[in-house]
C-alpha cells in the first residue's frame, strides 16, 4: 500500500487500468463458457442451442402441445407465427418469449420424442400409476379414475403420439392426465432431469429439422462458427484491453518514476551539510536510482497483475459457485488453503531479508565509492588486498541475501504447479463421475476445470509478485524518508516572508556584518564557533586565518546558510541572512568552496553555471581576472574544450582558477574564498590578488586562507583560535600583537620576508592578556 501511494496523483490512470482490467478479466472468464458451450451443444447437439426450434411442421407442434397445459399452449401459439404452404411455422416471439417457454417446451419435447419412438404400454402405465394415489384421493374426477382403471385396456402393446391423441379426442384420456404423467416422469429422473431432457429435446428438434428439409450439418457449423466468432471477438477485446493496460500501466509508472526523482533531486538540492551528513552520498545515489527502479518496477506490476489477479479470482470463483452443486467446490478451497499456508511461510522467511537487502546495497556502493575515488592512495600506500578483501565481505552479504532470497523463493513456483495439477487431476476423477452419471456434461467440466485453474493461477501470479513486493515496500520507505526530510534552513520566500531589499532601501552592495555569532553543529557537546563580531564594508578585503580545524570553514558557510547560526546574527545590508530568500542571497555571494569541483561539460558552461545567458564577453573577463585564460587558450578548443567528471582532467590549481572564474562571473556583491588559492603557485596567486583588486572594487571580499602571503595584504585580518576570534587587525599589527599569528607567519615565511628582527616577538604578557588582547582587536576591527 506504501507502493500505491505514489499514484495518489494518477488517479485517471489509476481508474484506466481498473476498467480495462475488469474488462480483460470478464472476456477472459467468458472463454471458458463459450468453450462449454462449443463442447456441449456444438458438437454434442449439433448446435441446436435452444429446445425451442426456429422452424416447425404444424403436426409436430400439435404432438408436443399434447403435454402442454392451456397456459403453455397460448404461450406456444403466441411464439409461433402462421403456418406457410408447406405447414412449417417460424418463430415470431422475441428471446424472453423464448426463455420463458423453453422449460415447459423441454420437457413436451422430451415426452413427444419418446412416444414418437414408441413407448411400451406397460411402462407407460407404470408412470401413470404413479398418479393413482392421487387418483384415488377425495376430489378425484371421473375421468381420472378411468385413467387409473380403465386405460390400459384400451392401449395397444405400445403407446404412440398418434394413439395419445386418439385417446384425448375420443375422451378416454384428458389433457390433465398427460399433464400429469409428465411432470411425473420428470421428477422420476431426479438430479439427471436436466440433462435427460436436453438431450432429448435436442433430438426432437433435429427430428423436426430433418422432416422439414433443414441441413443439419449447415445448422452445426453456422452455431460453431457463430460461438467461434463470438470468442474471437472476446479474445481480441481481452487482447485490445491487455495492451491498453500494460501501456497505461508503463506510462504511469514511468511517469511516477520521473516525478519521484524530480521531487527526490529537489529536496537533496534543498539541504544543508546538516541533512547530507545524516544521509550518506553512496544512499541519496541508491535511493535516487535503485530505490525509485524498484518502485517503478512493482508498480508496473501492480497496475498491470496485481489489480488483474482479483479481477480474474473473484470473477473465477463467482462462475464456480454458479455452476450449482457439483460437489468439487470443496477442491477449490482445500486448493486456496494450501497455496495460502505456502506463501505465508515462504513470505515469513524472506520478507526479513528483503529488508536488509537495500541496506547491504547501499554498504556495497558506499565501499565501492570509496574505493574507486579513492584509488590513487590505495594504489600509494598498497592497500590493493585490502580493500579488495573489504569490497568482498560487503559483496559476499549481498550476494548470500540474494541467494537465500531466490532460493526461498524459487520453491514458489513448483508448488504452485502441483497444487494446480492435483487440483485438475483431482477435479478429472470427481468430474468424471459426473458425467458417467449425467448429472455434469463434459464442456461443463472443462468450463469448470478452466474456472479452477483460473482460481489458482491468480493466486499464483500474486505470489510471484510477492517476490518483488517487500523489496519495493523497503525502497518506497527509503524514498519516502527523504521526501519527509524537511531541510533544516527554510526558506521564508517559500513561506511568502522573504525581504528583498536593503533596510536602507536602493541597492545592495554587500555590507556584510557578524554580530556575535555562535554556532554549534548538532549533537556537538560544545560550538564549533563561539561570539565572533566583525564587520566588512564593501571595496574592503577581510581575511581570516587560523591553525586546521578551528572552524574558518565552518564560519564563512554561514554566510550563504549552509548551515544558520545558533547564537547571534549574520546581516548583509542590514539584514539578517536567515529573512532574506535563498535565491536572492545566494545570487549577491560568489562562493568558492575549499575543495573546487566541476561539472562535466564544456569549460564555458562551467563558468556561465551562476548564469548561462551571460555574454562571452564576461565570461572571458572573469577567467582572466582568476588568471585561467593561459591555459585555456593553449587547448585546441578553448573555453570550449570538454571536463570530465568532477575536473579530473585538469590539474588542481586549473581547477581552483576555473571555480574562482565562476564565481566571479555572476559579479556577485560579496565573494568568499574558503582557502580557494591553497592549489596556486605563489606567483599565480599574487597576480589573481592583484587583479582582484582592481577588477572587483566595490566588492566585499572574504578570503580564508592557511598561506599568509595569500591574506597578508587583507585591509583586515582575524586570527581564530577554537572557534573564536583571538586578534584582529592588519598585517603589521598582528605581527606585533598577536602570537598566533606571529607563530603562523615565522612558520611560512623568514624574518626578512616578514620583516622583522630574528629574536623578535610578541610583548604581549600573559596568555590571558594576549587573548584579552585579542577580543579588543576583535572588536576594534568590528568597529573599523
Request: proline share 3%.
Amino acid at each position: 500500500m506504501r507502493t500505491f501511494t505514489f499514484l495518489r496523483h494518477h488517479k485517471v490512470s489509476l481508474l484506466i487500468a481498473v476498467v480495462l482490467l475488469f474488462i480483460q478479466a470478464n472476456c477472459e472468464l467468458t472463454l471458458p463458457t463459450l468453450m462449454s458451450d462449443i463442447v456441449d451443444v456444438g458438437i454434442t447437439r449439433g448446435g441446436i442451442a435452444s429446445a425451442v426450434p426456429d422452424r416447425i411442421a404444424q403436426g409436430a407442434l400439435e404432438n408436443v402441445e399434447l403435454f402442454l397445459s392451456p397456459e403453455e399452449m397460448r404461450s406456444v401459439e403466441d411464439l409461433y407465427g402462421p403456418k406457410d404452404d408447406k405447414g412449417v411455422r417460424d418463430v415470431i416471439g422475441s428471446d424472453a418469449d423464448r426463455a420463458a417457454i423453453e422449460g415447459a417446451l423441454g420437457e413436451a419435447e422430451m415426452l413427444t420424442y419418446q412416444f414418437d419412438q414408441g413407448i411400451p404400454t406397460k411402462q407407460f402405465m407404470k408412470y401413470a400409476a404413479r398418479d393413482q394415489r392421487a387418483a384415488r384421493a377425495p376430489g378425484a374426477s371421473g375421468a381420472e379414475r378411468q385413467l387409473s382403471q380403465g386405460l390400459e385396456a384400451s392401449l395397444g402393446d405400445t403407446v404412440t403420439t398418434d394413439s395419445l391423441r386418439k385417446l384425448v379426442q375420443a375422451g378416454a384420456i384428458s389433457k390433465d392426465q398427460l399433464v400429469g404423467a409428465r411432470s411425473a416422469l420428470v421428477r422420476s429422473l431426479g438430479d439427471n432431469a436436466d440433462t435427460v431432457i436436453g438431450l432429448r429435446a435436442v433430438e426432437f428438434v433435429k427430428g423436426v429439422y430433418r422432416s422439414i428439409g433443414t441441413d443439419l450439418s449447415q445448422v452445426q457449423t453456422d452455431y460453431l462458427v457463430h460461438e467461434g466468432a463470438i470468442m474471437l471477438g472476446f479474445t481480441l477485446v481481452g487482447a485490445a484491453c491487455a495492451i491498453g493496460a500494460v501501456f497505461n500501466a508503463s506510462r504511469t509508472a514511468a511517469l511516477v518514476a520521473r516525478d519521484l526523482r524530480h521531487d527526490l533531486y529537489e529536496r537533496v538540492l534543498a539541504f544543508s551539510p546538516q541533512e547530507m551528513s545524516r544521509f550518506s552520498v553512496a544512499s541519496l545515489t541508491t535511493r535516487g536510482t535503485n530505490d525509485i527502479q524498484q518502485i517503478q518496477t512493482v508498480l508496473v506490476m501492480c497496475l498491470r497483475i496485481v489489480l488483474f489477479a482479483p479481477c480474474m479470482g473473484v470473477g473465477a470463483v463467482w462462475r464456480v459457485i454458479s455452476y450449482g452443486d457439483t460437489g468439487m467446490q470443496w477442491i477449490v478451497v482445500a486448493a486456496v488453503c494450501v497455496i495460502a499456508v505456502v506463501v505465508g511461510v515462504l513470505m515469513g522467511l524472506t520478507l526479513p531479508r528483503f529488508r536488509k537487502m537495500q541496506i547491504f546495497v547501499d554498504r556495497n556502493n558506499l565501499v565501492a565509492r570509496e574505493i574507486i575515488t579513492g584509488i590513487m592512495p590505495v594504489r600509494a600506500f598498497g592497500r590493493t588486498r585490502y580493500e579488495e578483501e573489504r569490497y568482498d565481505h560487503v559483496n559476499s552479504e549481498l550476494t548470500s541475501t540474494y541467494i537465500f532470497t531466490n532460493r526461498a523463493m524459487s520453491f514458489m513456483l513448483p508448488c504452485m504447479m502441483l497444487i494446480m495439477n492435483v487440483t485438475s487431476v483431482a477435479i478429472v476423477w470427481f468430474g468424471g463421475h459426473g458425467v458417467a452419471s449425467g448429472t455434469l456434461q463434459v464442456g461443463s467440466l472443462m468450463a469448470y476445470m478452466n474456472y479452477t485453474i483460473q482460481v489458482i493461477m491468480s493466486f499464483m501470479i500474486l505470489t510471484m509478485i510477492s517476490v518483488m513486493l517487500p523489496r519495493a515496500d523497503v525502497a518506497a520507505a527509503r524514498v519516502i524518508e527523504v521526501l519527509n526530510t524537511h531541510p533544516s534552513i527554510d526558506d521564508p520566500e517559500a513561506r511568502g516572508e522573504a525581504i528583498d531589499t536593503p533596510a536602507e532601501g536602493g541597492e545592495w552592495s554587500g555590507d556584510l556584518v557578524f554580530d556575535d555569532v555562535t554556532f554549534t553543529y548538532p549533537g556537538a557537546p560544545d560550538p564549533t564557533i563561539a561570539h565572533v563580531s566583525f564587520e566588512v564594508k564593501p571595496g574592503r578585503t577581510l581575511g581570516i586565518i587560523g591553525s586546521t580545524g578551528v572552524g574558518k570553514s565552518t564560519l564563512v558557510q554561514l554566510i550563504p546558510r549552509l548551515y544558520d547560526v545558533t547564537g547571534g546574527s549574520v546581516k548583509i545590508d542590514g539584514r539578517d541572512v536567515r529573512h532574506i530568500g535563498l535565491r536572492k542571497l545566494r545570487s549577491l555571494i560568489g562562493f568558492v568552496p575549499q575543495h573546487a569541483v566541476l561539472f562535466s561539460g564544456d569549460i564555458k558552461d562551467n563558468i556561465k553555471y551562476g548564469d548561462p545567458s551571460m555574454s562571452d564577453e564576461n565570461m572571458e573577463r572573469a577567467a582572466r581576472v582568476a588568471q585561467a585564460c593561459d591555459f585555456i587558450e593553449a587547448k585546441s578548443e578553448g573555453f570550449g574544450s570538454m571536463i570530465a567528471q568532477g575536473g579530473s582532467n585538469v590539474s588542481g590549481g586549473q581547477r581552483q582558477r576555473l571555480a574562482i572564474a565562476r564565481a566571479l562571473a555572476t559579479r556577485p556583491k560579496i565573494l568568499v574564498f574558503d582557502d580557494a588559492f591553497s592549489a596556486l603557485d605563489y606567483r599565480t596567486d599574487s597576480n589573481l590578488r592583484d587583479a582582484l583588486a582592481k577588477e572587483v572594487r566595490g566588492t566585499t571580499v572574504v578570503i580564508v586562507a592557511q598561506r599568509i602571503a595569500t591574506i597578508m595584504h587583507a585591509d583586515e585580518i582575524i586570527v581564530i583560535d577554537d572557534g573564536r576570534a583571538v586578534a584582529a587587525g592588519t598585517h603589521e599589527e598582528l605581527l606585533r600583537t598577536s602570537r598566533e599569528y606571529l607563530e603562523i607567519a615565522r612558520s611560512q615565511l623568514s624574518c626578512e620576508e616578514l620583516g622583522l628582527e630574528e629574536d623578535a616577538s610578541v610583548s604581549a604578557g600573559s596568555e590571558k592578556e594576549r587573548h584579552a588582547d585579542g577580543r579588543d582587536a576583535s572588536s576594534r576591527g568590528g568597529e573599523r
